[in-house]
């Protein structure tokens, strides 16, 4: 795993390079470590890039005592965790309107740690604040991701602070 660190001093984005699954879920745990109720993290990404396996990672970091797995219909699953996390893939969503159905401001308003997956189905819907993390293929490297992070309002860029002081420690 590799920080970029040219972006050292810019509070706002974070840049992480990663070499294989493994590695993606032990960046993510290292988030789902630092996060709080409220928070909500939208994840970009084309199909298969790694946006549930980071998800897996940031629910580990959670203490969550179930698996994060990909469903085939289900658009909301909750895990217990030692925040409640609500994963959102919103894949197969149609409209931007049918979030309206699901009582999305309860989770992303509530008392839980939102993750969404196609989180640009429902731009409208999401909030100004949260934490943009964007997942690109490294198309001469298989197992290569390149994931950036990017703060939306000042309890997000006090995440990235500390997720980039863990990462300059360990380095
Ligand atoms: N560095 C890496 N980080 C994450 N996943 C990787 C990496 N290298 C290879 N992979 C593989 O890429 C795939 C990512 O699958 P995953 O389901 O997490 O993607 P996704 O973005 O959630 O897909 P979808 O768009 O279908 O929701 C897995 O098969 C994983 O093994
Ligand atoms: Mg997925």
Same mark, same amino acid.
């Given at each position: 795993?590799?920080?970029?660190?040219? #972006?050292?001093?810019?509070?706002?984005?974070?840049?992480?390079?990663?070499?294989? +699954?493994?590695?993606?879920?032990?960046? &993510?745990?290292? $988030?789902?470590?630092?996060?709080?109720?409220?928070? $909500?993290?939208?994840?970009?990404? #084309?199909?298969?890039? &790694?946006?549930?396996?980071?998800?897996?990672?940031? =629910?580990?970091?959670? *203490?969550?005592? %179930? *698996?994060?797995?990909? +469903?085939?219909?289900? @658009?909301?699953? *909750?895990?217990? =965790?030692?925040?409640?996390?609500?994963?959102?893939?919103?894949?197969?969503?149609?409209?931007? %309107?049918?979030? %309206?159905? $699901?009582?999305? %401001?309860?989770?992303?308003?509530?008392?839980?740690?939102?993750?969404?997956?196609? +989180?640009?189905?429902?731009?409208?819907?999401?909030?100004?604040?949260? $934490?943009?993390?964007?997942?690109?293929?490294?198309?001469?490297?298989?197992?290569?991701?390149?994931?950036?992070?990017?703060?939306?309002?000042?309890?997000?860029?006090?995440?990235? *602070?500390?997720?980039?002081? @863990?990462?300059?420690?360990?380095?």
């Amino acid at each position: 795993m590799k920080s970029i660190l040219s #972006e050292k001093y810019n509070n706002n984005i974070y840049t992480v390079i990663t070499n294989n +699954p493994e590695e993606t879920i032990e960046l &993510g745990k290292k $988030l789902g470590n630092i996060l709080n109720k409220g928070d $909500l993290i939208a994840v970009n990404g #084309e199909l298969g890039t &790694g946006k549930t396996c980071l998800i897996k990672g940031i =629910a580990i970091g959670l *203490e969550s005592r %179930e *698996e994060v797995t990909s +469903p085939s219909f289900s @658009i909301i699953k *909750e895990y217990s =965790a030692k925040i409640p996390i609500f994963h959102f893939d919103l894949y197969r969503l149609n409209r931007s %309107e049918e979030i %309206e159905g $699901l009582g999305y %401001e309860e989770y992303f308003y509530g008392e839980g740690v939102t993750l969404i997956e196609w +989180p640009d189905k429902i731009k409208n819907y999401l909030p100004e604040k949260l $934490l943009l993390i964007n997942i690109f293929m490294d198309y001469d490297n298989l197992f290569s991701r390149k994931i950036t992070f990017e703060a939306k309002g000042e309890r997000y860029k006090k995440i990235l *602070e500390v997720l980039k002081s @863990i990462e300059y420690i360990r380095n």
